[in-house]
């Protein structure tokens, strides 16, 4: 295992190494997606998802296309309305920087199989195991404890209502709409709280800032059309 100076084990490649899921041959029947998936490590990601020509992205896909997943989230305000939490990325961020995007979201982690876990195949040990709804949900608020605050029990839903593919930053998205029982002030509190805090064991983390919208059609098209995000 790879040590930095400090001689602890480095997460991005040591004991507890975990790679990012990239997902291949995306096809759907009837109401389930299926795909297979595939280990990306973060360098290989960063190395192919840069947009282009028609013949990148085909590489970028083929090669380093991770799943993520990202959510929007709608408060319950007092009046019985609701608001959008946006996150506006830092300046520092390697592909969205300075732009608004989604309240959470995140690369999907993968899970071995363990070399102890007991199976009836042996050859499946060590190896990933499959991606399933829970897996996409569990990442989801996995990434709204970590960016916003928000714990599982203060969701009144969470509803997942895609697949889409980015051609920016080439990766597959699962889109996701939230409920959470929250208002926009409280979650603000909660982030002057949490502000400055960083994850020191991962490498890729900054910091940013959260607003919050009407949850209204006029907020969504200002969004779609006038603004990048």
């Known amino acids: 295992f790879w040590q930095d100076k400090d001689s602890t084990i480095n997460p991005l490649c040591g004991r507890d190494f975990v790679p990012k899921i990239g997902l291949r041959n995306v096809r759907r ?12 490590t973060y360098p290989s990601y960063v190395e192919f998802n840069k947009s282009g020509s028609l013949e990148d992205v085909v590489k970028a896909l083929e090669i380093g296309s991770p799943a993520a997943t990202a959510m929007i989230i709608f408060t319950t305000e007092a009046d019985g309305s609701e608001m959008m939490i946006l996150q506006h990325r830092s300046k ?4 969205y920087g300075d732009t608004p995007g989604a309240s959470a979201a995140g690369l999907l982690d993968g899970k071995f199989y363990s070399l102890d876990e007991k199976s009836e195949a042996k050859e499946r040990r060590a190896r990933l195991k499959p991606i399933t709804t829970k897996d996409v949900i569990d ?4 990434e709204a404890l970590e960016e916003v605050g928000i714990q599982d029990s203060e969701f009144e839903s969470i509803i997942i209502n895609g ?8 990766h597959w998205e699962f889109t996701a ?23 020191q064991t991962h490498a890729y983390d900054f910091d940013e800032n959260y607003f919050s919208l009407p949850a209204d059609i006029d907020s969504i098209k200002k969004l779609l059309v006038d603004i990048k995000c």
């Open 29 to 40: 029947s009837g109401d389930k997606l299926i795909f297979d998936i595939k280990p990306v």
């Open 92 to 95: 520092n961020n390697r592909i």
């Open 139 to 142: 990442n989801l608020t996995k």
């Open 163 to 170: 697949l889409a593919l980015d051609h920016v930053s080439v």
């Open 177 to 199: 709409l939230a409920k959470t029982t929250l208002s926009a002030d409280q979650i603000k509190q909660r982030q002057m709280v949490n502000k400055g805090k960083t994850n």
